[in-house]
């Protein structure tokens, strides 16, 4: 099928929730993709944050393809030497002792809501406006902005909404009833917002004065996005539980609650659940992913290719009276405009970039941490052009 016969039986059998690119995708490799046309792309977006490894990763589907042909899936009433051995992984690279596997972002917020509300035994969890945790009911109310909400009726109770960056409304939402506060290091979805110096300490500091948890959304910016394997540690921050999406499967959907041991062993069997989380195909694709990010070093990476990337980006912008701010870690990049950017981004695409815009406009770079130099400079150069 070519690009628009795919696009045309898209709309006849698929419901229409996703604003998708006309580009229909057939294949990867690293920080390239092709259509079914055989066009070529620089991938700056990397599916959301999620091909960290790049596209085709050799380790990866290598990992996939011999798990396939031994076991693709058992219940979680049996036990598996993957998934023991990438809980292990898990806990040697975070500041966490045990770990619960699920499939989603949004399903392990949920169930790091529900872990924290089990050790406390009190309900409330403060979020922060402008974030964003997920699409199931309980996410969607914990997300803090308001066009998720809308049309979808009562959403479940006990979320509690403060701005981001100011640790004195956190200290004031706190009750007798509060269990956790849930909080990205660097908003994603909200625009590439970063926090203001010492706030992430603070909240730590009042989750530990008021003995409630500190639950670290780490979904986006985990796995070396931002220059180091967490973005807790950019922040020296030890939360109680983390939660893990995206990134860890290399592709493949596998997500996790980690959590310091107290916390964690608030679960006692029966408590928690799933049928798919942790099957040994997810956990054969994400410890080969985990352990490419290490063996490749690609931390160390994400790091200096982000630097040569914000200092071309500041480049365009001392060009450009558009930009407002250029903001981020690693290779987790925005340049905010004064303009929506989605037109950007369709001209991007046509030249051969992917790109995102995030909060109308703010142009979201999430490339594979192993893009090239030569990759960034092609990218930034197809930029200039959009802009000049
Ligand atoms: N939390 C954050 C910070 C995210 O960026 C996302 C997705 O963009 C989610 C949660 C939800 O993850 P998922 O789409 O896998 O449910």
């Known amino acids: 099928m070519n690009t628009q016969e795919i696009i045309d039986l898209e709309k006849d059998y698929i419901m229409h929730t996703f604003g998708r690119l006309p580009i229909a995708l057939d294949k990867g490799k690293g920080a390239l993709v092709w259509d079914v046309e055989g066009k070529e792309y620089i991938d700056c977006f990397s599916g959301i944050a999620v091909n960290n490894v790049g596209h085709a990763h050799p380790k990866v589907v290598e990992a996939i393809s011999k798990q396939a042909e031994k076991l693709i899936h058992c219940s979680n009433i049996y036990y598996t030497e993957i998934q023991v051995e990438l809980a292990r992984l898990l806990c040697e690279i975070s500041s966490h002792d045990k770990v619960f596997f699920a499939n989603s972002g949004a ?84 625009g590439i917002v970063v926090p203001p110096e010492g706030y992430l300490k603070e909240l730590e500091n009042i989750c530990e004065e008021n003995d409630i948890l500190l639950i670290m959304d780490e979904i986006q910016t985990g796995f070396g996005r ?136 703010v142009l979201r770079f999430l490339p594979p941490l192993n893009i090239t130099k030569e990759q960034i400079d092609k990218s930034i150069s197809i930029l200039s052009e959009i802009l000049a």
């Open 107 to 190: 399903e392990v917020n949920e169930g790091a809501v529900k872990l924290a509300r089990k050790f406390t035994g009190k309900n409330d969890i403060i979020t922060m406006e402008n974030s964003f945790h997920g699409r199931t009911l309980s996410m969607v109310a914990a997300t803090g902005q308001h066009k998720y909400k809308e049309g979808i009726g009562t959403l479940p109770r006990g979320y509690v909404h403060v701005p981001y960056g100011d640790s004195e409304a956190v200290n004031e939402a706190i009750t007798s009833d509060t269990a956790a506060v849930m909080v990205e290091p660097i908003q994603g979805e909200g």
């Open 226 to 361: 931002t220059g180091k394997m967490f973005a807790s540690e950019i922040f020296n921050i030890k939360p109680h539980i983390t939660t893990i999406a995206k990134a860890l499967g290399g592709g493949y959907p596998i997500a996790g609650i980690l959590a310091q041991e107290e916390v964690a062993n608030a679960f006692k069997p029966g408590d928690h659940g799933t049928t798919f989380g942790g099957n040994p195909l997810g956990c054969a694709a994400a410890k080969a992913s985990v352990e490419a990010i290490i063996e490749e070093k690609l931390v160390e990476k994400s790091q200096k290719n982000g630097e040569y990337l914000k200092g071309k980006l500041e480049a365009l912008n001392e060009a450009n009276d558009n930009i407002i701010q250029i903001r981020g870690y690693g290779l987790m990049l925005g340049v905010e405009f004064n303009h929506e950017c989605i037109k950007i981004v369709n001209k991007a695409a046509e030249k051969g970039v992917l790109l995102n815009c995030t909060a109308n406009t």
